[in-house]
């Protein structure tokens, strides 16, 4: 078990441009989330996948932003033509799937996105 | 719509001390709540989860209390240690949703 992996960890970029982040869960879980939280503000639910079908998007989640996880392993996250309200700490988080609702999630340490 | 509230956004208490983390919900569906903590510049990390047929877990220095007619969790830590300075966000999913909503968080500052 080698946790949820997230990279890059910081990432600064111009408004305006694209920007990617990669997912990486743990080995086996078969769901994973996407999250956003800016200061002083809790996690807020993005969308999460369960294997590759993307079940569920918020409306937070605008048609700037898309997920992927094309072989229901690592996902990413792609951020086209980026506004300063963008910039939060972008998490993700997968659980197991045991057939039960009942179950926490685990947490990356995140992406830093900074948008000048 | 804020459906999970912690409406304290800060507490401070002495080592050695009962912190008591306070947390709200709105929504009557929900029955699997967790509590997170989270260190600058890290993501969160679970402490301690209760479902809606219990109304206490314990886990060491930590106690979820579940109070469902009020709507209100708590999260006790006993004794308060420097360590456990950090932001706590209280969480809550419903069955068949696999969606978990965050409160806003409480910053706990443990004071040696």
């Known amino acids: 078990d080698t946790g949820v992996s997230q990279d890059p960890r910081h990432k600064i970029t111009k408004r305006g441009q694209n920007v990617t982040f990669r997912c990486d869960p743990i080995?086996?879980?078969?769901?994973l989330y996407w999250y956003r939280q800016t200061l002083g503000q809790g996690p807020e639910f993005l969308t999460y996948?369960?294997?590759?079908?993307?079940?569920?998007k918020s409306r937070l989640l605008s048609d700037r932003f898309s997920a992927e996880r094309p072989k229901g392993s690592f996902s990413t996250l792609e951020i086209q033509r980026t506004e300063q309200g963008d910039s939060a700490m972008y998490l993700c988080?997968?659980?197991?799937?045991?057939?039960?609702?009942?179950?926490?999630?685990?947490f990356g340490s995140g992406t830093q996105l900074s948008v000048l | 719509d804020q459906q999970v509230k912690q409406n304290s956004p800060s507490l401070s208490v002495q080592e050695g001390r009962i912190s008591i983390l306070n947390c709200d919900y709105t929504n009557s569906m929900f029955d699997y709540f967790l509590w997170y903590k989270k260190y600058p510049a890290e993501g969160p990390t679970f402490l301690i989860s209760i479902s809606s047929i219990k109304d206490k877990n314990e886990d060491g220095r930590f106690t979820v209390f579940l109070n469902k007619s009020a709507k209100h969790l708590s999260l006790h830590i006993v004794p308060s240690q420097p360590g456990d300075s950090a932001v706590y966000f209280c969480?809550?999913?419903?069955?068949?949703?696999?969606?978990?909503?965050f409160g806003t968080g409480t910053r706990l500052k443990v004071l040696a």
């Open positions: 996948f369960q294997n590759e079908a993307q079940l569920e």
């Open positions: 969480a809550a999913s419903a069955t068949g949703t696999y969606k978990y909503i």
């Open positions: 080995s086996e879980h078969n769901r």
């Open positions: 988080a997968s659980r197991a799937d045991r057939g039960g609702s009942n179950e926490k999630l685990f």
